[in-house]
């Protein structure tokens, strides 16, 4: 998508579409009046009539409008000015867009010269928007002739005549490159496990970190082997198909006293649920248990492509979970790198397994402060819904900054409890651990497993199992891979 700005009254500009963004009781002034008058009073008209109010995503779409030069005019609500958010920005924005997407479209105008607000700058608007009409023109549709979205080819922004232009632009740069690496991630997760594997993931994410400048690393079956990582290889042992960890590094802050942020994420490229198989309902949509993974991914690539100033190592132990005749069995007792032993009560938990030793690998390659996303239990959907990210740390601190750097990016993330007393659910009577921790409170006794091999180093864990892939489409969003965590991982690196 190309972008350009222009300082032409939005009545003047020929494009496709003409997108008004309007508050909740919005009020006909500057921008606005002029656009009304050349529309002979139709926006007093809706208004008055109760058509568009400006609710915080409410759409009207007015094809063929007498009196302007765009061929149909869009006018999106974005709810009171004082709640503005930038999940609500999002909201609207990603609506607008899939709105429009559905068919083709060469030009879009957006006017952004209705929003004042002391809360929501130009330059965030213009960066929101680029991201949104990324995100919003892209489907998950890749192996259908007929597609459903349709790339825009120019987004002009309509800018309020008296923002910066210089910041305005790397506003949109960077809006642009959240966008491509939340699509990135999206596409990924989309990709059939046959497409998408532990070897062919790696070559993806070998040919990315090349073309941003980073240093990727790829340990294969036997460097796993010589690393001792028994629990991650142990889930690999039931495909045919050979384990991958990638070792991704970015120095944007060499030099030392420069802290290291580690992001870990889960690649099980298929969760058939090994020997405790996954009925079909639940196995349906196991192409996307490498979300995490494919969230790390996108987001160091984007890290690299914004030239951040911090350091960040990016890991994604990828396997596929099988149930081949090697595959691991109930009441195995698995060495793990860190030397804890691991009694598998529950192939299906294969998550923390392979995250044990990636966080341990992690460590010894010497971060500072980790986030692990997962798609890691069903229990963490049923406690917060589909929407809302699990967060589970052992650092308060650190995990502030974590769900500070969501809310900024607009995305939903809630912390759960990690008491002492759920680590007693996870004890085994032949091992150190068991891979299970009984019926209640799965999302939180997974993360008690994860914890045991983070050492003492600040850590969030963060379950994406719910929001990583949605079951349908919403007017807000496709169906399908989310590419979700990104916007914030990359938030938070802006921070560190
Ligand atoms: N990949 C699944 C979790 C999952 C569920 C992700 C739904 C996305 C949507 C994970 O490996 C799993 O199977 N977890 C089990 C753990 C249980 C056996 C303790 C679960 O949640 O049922
Ligand atoms: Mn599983
Ligand atoms: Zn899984």
């Known amino acids: 998508m190309k972008l350009s700005f222009s300082t032409t009254p939005s009545s003047e500009v020929p494009a496709d579409w003409l997108i008004l963004l309007l508050p909740e009781g919005f009020t006909l002034e500057g921008e606005p009046a002029l656009l009304n008058q050349a529309l002979g009073g139709l926006l007093e008209r809706l208004r008055a009539q109760q058509d568009f109010q400006g609710k915080l995503g409410e759409l009207c779409q007015i094809p063929a409008p007498a009196g302007i030069a765009a061929q149909r005019l869009l006018l999106a609500g974005l709810g ?8 609500g920005l999002n909201r609207t924005l990603q609506t607008a867009a899939r709105a429009i997407t559905s068919r083709a479209t060469r030009q879009v105008a957006l006017s952004l010269r209705a929003v004042q607000s002391a809360n929501i700058a130009p330059a965030t608007l213009t960066q ?7 995100i919003g023109s892209e489907g998950q549709d890749l192996f259908r002739a007929e597609k459903k979205r349709h790339p825009i080819e120019e987004l002009i922004v309509l800018s309020p005549t008296d923002a910066n232009p210089a910041e305005l632009a790397a506003a949109a740069t960077t809006g642009h490159i959240l966008g491509e690496a939340v699509n990135l991630a999206r596409r990924l997760v989309n990709l059939p496990a046959e497409e998408i594997y532990p070897e062919s993931f790696a070559l993806k994410a070998v040919e990315l970190a090349s073309g941003a400048g980073i240093h990727c690393e790829v340990l294969d079956q036997h460097a796993l082997e010589s690393e001792k990582m028994g629990s991650l290889l142990a889930v690999a042992r039931g495909s045919d198909r050979p384990p991958r960890v990638v070792i991704l590094e970015y120095r944007g802050a060499p030099g030392n006293g420069h802290k290291v942020l580690g992001l870990v994420g889960k690649g099980v490229t298929f969760d058939s649920g090994g020997l405790s198989l996954k009925p079909t309902d639940g196995m349906l949509t196991m192409k996307c248990d490498m ?11 984007a890290i690299a492509r914004l030239k951040l100033p911090v350091n960040v190592i990016g890991m994604v132990g990828l396997v596929e979970n099988m149930t081949g ?23 299906d938990a294969e998550g923390r397994l392979v995250l044990a030793d990636v966080l341990d690998l992690a460590l010894s390659r010497g971060v500072d402060y980790l986030v692990d996303l997962a798609t890691l239990t069903g229990a963490c959907v049923v406690a917060l819904g589909e929407d809302v990210v699990g967060a589970m740390s052992n650092n308060q601190a650190w995990c502030d900054r974590v769900l500070g750097a969501a809310q900024a990016a607009g995305e939903d993330a ?10 007693d659910l996870i004890k085994s009577d032949v091992a150190d651990i068991r891979n299970v921790g009984g019926r209640w409170g799965g999302a939180i006794t997974a993360a008690k497993f994860l914890e045991r091999f983070v050492g003492d180093k600040p850590w969030v864990h963060l379950d994406i199992a719910g929001p990583a892939f949605a079951a349908a489409d919403k007017p807000h969003r496709e169906g399908g891979g989310t590419g979700v965590m990104v916007r914030t991982l990359v938030e938070l690196a802006r921070t560190m």
């Open 80 to 87: 009171p000015v004082e709640t503005l958010s930038v999940r």
């Open 128 to 134: 929101l928007a680029m991201t949104a009409f990324e």
């Open 325 to 347: 005749g090697r595959a691991m069995k109930l009441g195995d007792v698995l060495h793990s790198r860190r030397g804890v032993s691991i009694e598998v009560q529950n192939t």
């Open 414 to 423: 809630w912390q759960l409890p990690m008491f002492d007393h759920y680590a």
């Open 291 to 301: 979300a995490g993974a494919a969230s790390v991914l996108a987001s160091v690539v």
